[in-house]
């Protein structure tokens, strides 16, 4: 069977240097959480990049925290910021960001960058479609070939002993049914596996496999036997 193909659609462009991030950015760019390389203010800088309003430590706060574990940015973080930086904070004690400082285009490349390995690591990874998609179609598989051994006629043997045989145990799976064939009866439950289409035996017992058998429909094999090794 040939294998899935995985279509995906064009990805949107990167984001540019030039324009405002969007919380569409961030959510690419932090789905694996915020890289622990990205300094306090970097994280504050992007987040109010992508928001295009002053907000509150406790708002930034949170869109971070529903997006990554882990981030150096804590609400008084603020307080190490130095005088000209990028994120000032207002009178009312919200953090307002200033477009035109230099780090603000740095914080850009930095998400854009982010983006780009998230969709090269994407590309390397399954799609989880495709998975779903073919897990699917090996149960139906499995369970029509489940469906197709139940309905074959199936023979486990004992022979007593094993090497050279005495007596033979037939147990038809299918009917539930034993019988038990002694000494010159063995070619006899010979003759009646070929009325089977899988044949067990436990411990070997190499002289049926060796035997070639006449079928229901006249056609001569070597019946199919599986030996269970107990």
Not at 95 to 100: F, I, P, T, V, Y
Not at 134 to 151: C, F, G, N, Y
Request: neutral net charge; aromatic residues 6%.
């Amino acid at each position: 069977m040939a294998p899935l193909k995985v279509v995906r659609s064009a990805p949107d462009p990167l984001p540019s240097p030039d324009h405002q991030l969007t919380v569409a950015n961030l959510n690419e760019a932090w789905r694996d959480g915020v890289p622990n390389s990205w300094s306090a203010q970097r994280v504050a800088v992007v987040v109010l990049d992508a928001h295009g309003a002053a907000m509150s430590p406790a708002e930034v706060l949170a869109f971070v925290g529903t997006r990554s574990q882990w981030t150096l940015l804590r609400a008084e973080s603020a307080q190490y910021w130095r005088s000209g930086a990028a994120v000032r904070v207002r009178d009312d004690g919200r953090w307002e960001l200033d477009r035109a400082h230099g780090a603000v285009r740095s914080a850009r490349k930095a998400v854009a960058h982010r983006v780009g390995v998230m969709r090269r690591w994407a590309e390397m990874r399954p799609d989880p479609e495709a998975i779903e998609t073919s897990q699917r179609r090996i149960e139906r598989e499995r369970a029509a070939h489940a469906d197709q051994l139940a309905r074959m006629r199936r023979v486990l043997i004992h022979a007593f002993p094993p090497a050279r045989p005495q007596a033979l145990v037939l147990i038809d799976v299918e009917g539930h049914e034993i019988s038990t064939f002694p000494g010159d009866e063995i070619a006899r439950a010979i003759d009646r596996l070929a009325g089977y289409e899988i044949i067990g035996a436990v411990d070997r017992f190499d002289l049926l496999a060796e035997q070639p058998r006449m079928g229901r429909h006249g056609e001569e094999f070597k019946m199919p036997l599986i030996p269970l090794w107990v």
